[in-house]
């Protein structure tokens, strides 16, 4: 397997820009993770699917922030409009129990 | 709640030097461990694990042991390289839930 996928891995964009980061799990994997990790707050987790349905989004920061799960191969974390606090790098990880598979994340500047 | 309390880094050592990662844990039950590393520029990626008291989870020359009565999961390796250099994660994960709870990460640096 290729391990989890995330696209982009780099994005630079403008204050109040939309953003997407995309990403493709392990396949057979039931369990999927937004994280953002920041030198200020460390790893911090966003948003966490089981098979496909959001059961805790309580670490989202904020109504700009949104992730959906069409599939069990595809989940996507839109903000709308970014801003520049919202730089940081964001992970996704899969899991099928208690370990977890991230990818390689997005490096997410916004000027 | 479930909480992961690791030394502050960074470690810094000299190649060939012991290592030890103080990690401690509270948690209700009987958690799984486990110990990620992250490598510059990479995602975290699952060294060892352990899921029972007692239990020693190994891999590339880490070693960890599921300590109950002191709640406790120290790293440790014999003789660190310049390649191990990278930030390490400690993590639980208990009960029904598949959310981990992580450390705030120890970064290590070995020098030639």
């Known amino acids: 397997d290729a391990g989890v996928i995330q696209s982009p891995r780099h994005e630079v964009t403008e204050m109040g820009q939309e953003v997407t980061l995309r990403c493709k799990p392990i396949?057979?994997?039931?369990?999927l993770f937004w994280y953002r990790q920041t030198m200020m707050r460390g790893l911090e987790l966003l948003i966490y699917f089981n098979n496909n349905v959001p059961i805790d989004d309580s670490g989202m920061p904020e109504d700009r922030f949104s992730a959906k799960m069409p599939n069990a191969s595809f989940s996507t974390l839109k903000i709308q409009p970014s801003e520049p606090r919202d730089s940081a790098v964001y992970f996704c990880a899969s899991s099928e129990a208690y370990e977890q598979y991230f990818g390689p994340g997005t490096r997410l500047t916004v000027t | 709640g479930d909480s992961v309390t690791q030394m502050e880094g960074p470690v810094t050592l000299s190649e060939e030097a012991f290592l030890t990662i103080n990690c401690t844990y509270t948690a209700t039950g009987y958690p799984s461990l486990f110990w990620y590393v992250q490598y510059p520029g990479e995602g975290l990626q699952l060294l060892l694990k352990a899921t029972k008291a007692d239990d020693k989870g190994s891999n590339k020359g880490f070693e960890a042991t599921y300590r109950k009565e002191t709640t406790s999961f120290h790293l440790e390796k014999g003789s660190v390289q310049v390649s191990d250099s990278a930030v390490y994660f400690c993590a639980l994960a208990s009960g029904g839930s598949y959310i981990p709870t992580f450390g705030r990460g120890t970064s290590l640096i070995v020098h030639p």
């Open positions: 396949s057979g994997h039931n369990s």
